[in-house]
């Protein structure tokens, strides 16, 4: 028999405590009886707490309080902890000092030429290995390459431009209101500098016009595309038929100052593209048509197909914006092609500027760099190793990070060869 | 290529999260499970705990808030836990001596904190008002009442003993000095009717 089974023995559960007490002043009975009535009443006083004590309340308490801890572990076994911790810190692994790519690619050719470095991808570092960086750091600045690569930035600019365009199209829709008084002036003053800006590219017949002109364009096409929303206000806008009644005018005013600019800056072009020709620049002339192709796709887009909303107009301007690039990106290859004398099977589109510019991985150590012109090369103090007796602080000094922070240096424009980065002792 | 795209069916991480997603079913179902275990013992449990640490000596108030907390831990620590009923009076009892201990020590903090959500709204009033006879437990030495607490939940002498780190003769002779108390006030009652 247990003890535990001894105390339950003879049925009430204080009886084995029951004793006879003897005292100094002689045998004293404890009314046992007694002690186990006041026992039993203590414990029908515990159980009437009950009554006071919210249970339930207690109970959810208990439960919500311990469920964070709960959560935590729970949490752990979903959150990859490290990954997490990789994508906050900021320094890149040391073997790709590469920076991270950008968020999001929306389409491979309209990548930004300021930010863009070597992609960390292995069709990059194949196509980086398959030519020396002595032979690539020739070839940037073979006057064929270059010309078609500057040609090649330009296009992807308007690319980049044109998806912008769309964005503030699509904005525009919801914004009517807005675009009725804007459209028109800024079309006029527009169109008004655009005259004035091709008359001065009938003069000044240099390469750099190009840009102000695919400025000028850019904002041209703009005020197309704030005019074509003004005629999708006409369309929603049932109600306000004064403003209405304005509106078409509006756009009748600004169709007649269109044509006409349109009229003057036909014949600016052609002017223009002859120019370009004689300067041997026909990759940038075909720069110039396409602007105006893309004007014209706005306009037609715009104004004589307004029931298709923005979204057709917009598509096809990227098609094309993106066909110009990819034309640019051909006239590259085809320039590198016949001054190395062979094919680059893996040279895309995206890569091709990587190809040209990105060195920072790349070992310069033997390479003569005498009277090369860096410009535009990018380079990692830790990737790109240099020739002796190049100075990297000097260098740093003459380059930009891109972006901040990542590790991946660019040379700034101007005459900087290797010679200007020696230390002279 | 980039980082974003899922490799080409050979990254080994790939079948992780479909693990990932099975021990989180498996561990949600595990916690249910703790909890409606845990829910049971708390209702069978909690007024007996509550009223335990009257015994000892505790106000109601106090009672409860150390009930909660032990519940608390209890709950945190559930599934290494064997004996559940003896050890949330274990830990119930020695909190209840500390603080008792504390404020005997700091008599200058007697702030109370707010009422534990286990008690209900003018619950102490109805409950001092109701059961004035409490306040009549004869002022024992502390190992005396306690060993009367517990004996009024109905632990046994051995279980006292295993659950207090004492003797079960200790226990038994705390008990009996504990009843020989209750007998002379009850007489003492008597009397004075």
């Known amino acids: 028999m247990t003890e535990h089974e001894h105390e339950y023995e003879h049925g009430h559960k204080y009886e084995h405590l029951h004793e006879r007490l003897e005292t100094g002043t002689g045998d004293q009975v404890i009314d046992d009886q007694a002690v186990d009535r006041w026992l039993d009443r203590q414990r029908v006083l515990t159980h009437d707490l009950g009554a006071f004590l919210d249970v339930e309340a207690g109970l959810r308490e208990v439960l919500l309080q311990s469920r964070p801890a709960a959560m935590t572990d729970d949490l752990d076994a979903v959150l990859d902890v490290e990954a997490g911790l990789r994508e906050v810190l900021p320094t890149a692994p040391p ?159 600004l169709n007649h100052a269109l044509d006409h600019e349109h009229a003057l800056a036909r014949p600016c072009a052609h002017d223009l593209a002859r120019a370009l020709d004689r300067a041997h620049a026909r990759a940038s002339a075909r720069v110039v048509d396409r602007h105006f192709d893309l004007g014209l796709s706005l306009d037609i887009g715009g104004f004589r197909a307004p029931d298709h909303g923005p979204a057709r107009p917009q598509a096809f301007n990227l098609a094309l914006a993106h066909d110009l690039v990819n034309t640019r990106a051909e006239d590259v290859r085809q320039a590198i092609r016949s001054t190395l004398g062979r094919e680059l099977p893996g040279l895309d589109t995206d890569l091709v500027d990587a190809f040209l510019n990105d060195f920072t991985t790349s070992d310069l150590s033997g390479v003569d760099l005498n009277g090369i012109d860096l410009t535009g090369v990018r380079w990692s103090p830790d990737g790109t190793s240099w020739p002796n007796g190049v100075d990297i602080e000097d260098l740093k000094a003459r380059s930009e990070e891109t972006p901040v922070g990542s590790g991946v240096w660019t040379v700034r424009s101007g005459t900087a060869t290797v010679e200007d980065f020696v230390t002279h002792e | 290529m980039n980082t974003h795209e899922p490799a080409d069916g050979v990254d080994p991480r790939a079948a992780a999260p479909e693990a990932d997603h099975a021990a989180l ?147 038994r002779a705390s008990l009996k000095k504990a009843r020989r108390a209750i007998a002379a006030m009850i007489a003492h009652g008597e009397e004075e009717q």
Do not use: C
């Open chain 1, 95 to 253: 073997e790709s000092p590469t920076p991270p790519e950008p968020p999001a690619r929306p389409e491979p050719s309209t990548a930004d030429t300021g930010t863009e470095t070597g992609t960390g991808s292995s069709a990059a570092e194949q196509l980086l290995l398959s030519v020396s960086p002595q032979t690539r750091l020739q070839l940037r600045t073979h006057p064929d390459v270059t010309r078609a690569f500057h040609t090649f930035v330009l296009a992807r600019g308007l690319a980049l431009d044109v998806t912008h365009m769309g964005d503030l199209a699509h904005a525009l829709v919801f914004n009517l209101d807005l675009a009725h008084a804007r459209a028109l002036d800024l079309a006029r003053s527009l169109a008004h500098d655009l005259a004035e800006d091709l008359d001065l590219a009938h003069v000044r017949v240099l390469d750099h016009d190009l840009a102000g002109i695919r400025a000028r364009t850019f904002d041209l096409t703009h005020a197309l595309q704030l005019a074509h929303a003004l005629d999708l206000a006409r369309t929603y806008d049932l109600t306000r038929a004064d403003d209405l009644a304005r509106a078409r005018v509006l756009v009748h005013d």
């Open chain 2, 25 to 171: 079913d498996r561990r949600i179902h595990e916690r249910l499970t703790l909890d409606e275990e845990f829910s049971d013992f708390y209702r069978r449990t909690i007024r007996d705990l509550t009223g335990f640490l009257v015994n000892q000596g505790a106000s109601l108030p106090e009672a409860a808030d150390i009930a909660q907390d032990t519940m608390t831990k209890a709950y945190r620590g559930w599934t290494g836990i064997r004996t559940p009923r003896a050890w949330v009076h274990t830990v119930a009892s020695r909190a209840y001596i500390r603080q008792a201990t504390r404020v005997r020590e700091e008599p200058a903090d007697p702030l109370p904190d707010p009422l534990s959500p286990l008690l209900r709204p003018n619950a102490v009033a109805e409950w001092e008002a109701r059961h004035d006879v409490l306040r009549q437990l004869p002022a024992l030495p502390p190992r005396q009442r306690q060993v009367l607490a517990w004996t009024i939940s109905e632990f046994t002498p051995s279980e006292i003993a295993e659950q207090l780190g004492l003797t079960s003769d200790a226990v």
